[in-house]
């Protein structure tokens, strides 16, 4: 059994991967979207850009797939992607019902200005963690995905 002390909150959390994952996941969030802030990013964006960036052009259903990610919550960051102008649509030469997404020269002068504070948060928080523990946590998530994910 696990207690769990929080605010005075006594919580047997019976090793509840959930509640773990997740409240991980929004400091990590919080400590990227921090600094990327200064670029005027959320961190969900950043990981389209980036995904797009090296994909050169893709799909939403791709994009769900590499990011793991529902056709909602996708739209959501995609929107001001497209509203800024740094996403850009276009028909597939072999369908013309499919769009491709690509960046525009915009985007890519985006993700090329965020991606040095994207490589110093890295930095930061393989720092705090130490090399070992970091690429344990990669590795961890890695495997959650595999036997998780379809």
Known sequence: MVCEYYLGVSMNTDHCFNLAMRKSSRLITQFYEERLKHVGLKVGQFSILRAVYFKKETTNKDLQQILVLDQT????????????LYLQTSSDPNDARLKNISLTTKGKDLYEEALPIWQQ???DIVSKLGNKQAGQIQDLAEKFVKVLGN
């Open 121 to 123: 948060a890295q930095q």
């Open 73 to 84: 919550t996708l739209s959501r960051n995609l929107k001001p992607l497209f509203r800024d």
